[in-house]
């Protein structure tokens, strides 16, 4: 980690300042302020970007409401690492107060929802200390958002296939849960077409992309290893093309380590394309292919559902 530079230092002391004089002013500095109302709508405004930013997976843009001070302190990989350690079902900003603004630095109480229960906060009282640079305000505690690294209780991967999120790349279907099928089974019921859960083989495909179709209750426990899926079913040169542009992106990644299968899918509607992670879909036409769609969704997902640590 960098050493804190002058503005660090100066942000602390701005912070101590304050503290100090509301202390001996026996007051509570972090007490609700009601004359701060411009005050309070522009943190509320600057906390709701922020949180929309990490729902999202912006981190640049999240890194951003660090002030000056702590960018100086904390790299944006040792940040990025911390927001990894967030749970990723929805955030939400519940309630807000603000206290007194002294020496530009304000007190916040904040209240956040996760997966619309709300959630406990990072330092026990959720309380924090922003500052205002430009036309937003910022932290000046680096590392204290008002957010618990972890959501007590919950493994990541239960709140990953719970996380409906619309920010999220493909269709959310809610889990069928993870049941082993006897070998060659079919399973008739799923959600979704393709599936993207449910009761799978007890085979698994190799990480690879195949030439043939394959049995699509072993690609559904590649997903629940973490796993994406690349389906698809052309009948138009054109739709050929597009699927040889999608191997060379998944061969990439691929070559690279990532858990990702790919094969034709006859079951599927002609000339058409499906992405599937556990509990996601995104099926589209192939004359509506990206690369960037296919690279967003294999980079969000990927692992990101992953109980058994692949």
Not at 83 to 97: W, Y
Request: hydrophobic letters at 35%.
């Amino acid at each position: 980690m960098r050493a804190p530079g002058r503005w660090a230092l100066a942000a602390a002391a701005l912070g101590l300042v304050f503290l100090t004089a509301s202390c001996a002013g026996g007051g509570d500095p972090f007490a609700p302020d009601p004359t701060a109302d411009a005050v309070t709508q522009g943190v509320r405004g600057s906390l709701e970007r922020f949180v929309q930013a990490l729902n999202q997976r912006d981190l640049v843009s999240a890194y951003a409401y660090l002030s000056s001070s702590c960018r100086e302190q904390v790299t944006f990989e040792e940040f990025a690492d911390l927001a990894g350690k967030l749970p990723t079902l929805r955030i939400e900003l519940r309630d807000v107060a603000v206290g007194r603004l002294d020496h530009g630095v304000v007190p916040v109480s904040a209240t956040y929802a996760i997966g619309g229960q709300v959630a406990p906060p990072s330092n026990g009282d959720g309380r924090f200390l922003m500052m205002q640079e430009g036309d937003e305000w910022r932290f000046v505690e680096c590392r204290n958002f008002g957010l618990r690294p972890e959501q007590a209780g919950v493994p990541s991967y239960v709140a990953a296939e719970n996380d409906d999120s619309p920010t999220l790349p493909g269709q959310y279907f809610p889990p069928q849960g993870r049941d082993h099928l006897p070998p060659g089974e079919r399973y008739e019921a799923y959600n979704s077409d393709p599936p993207t859960s449910g009761p799978h083989s007890p085979e698994v495909l190799e990480w690879r992309v195949y030439d043939e179709p394959q049995q699509r209750e072993k690609a559904v426990h590649n997903m629940e290893h973490g796993g994406v899926v690349v389906w698809h079913h052309c009948v138009s040169a054109a739709c050929e093309d597009v699927v040889r542009k999608i191997r060379t992106v998944v061969e990439g990644y691929l070559s690279e380590g990532a858990l990702v299968v790919m094969f034709p899918y006859p079951e599927m509607e002609d000339d058409t394309v499906a992405l599937t992670s556990w509990t996601r879909l995104d099926k589209f036409p192939a004359s509506e292919y990206t690369e960037e769609r296919v690279r967003r969704f294999i980079q969000v997902h990927e692992r990101r559902y992953n109980p058994e640590g692949m």
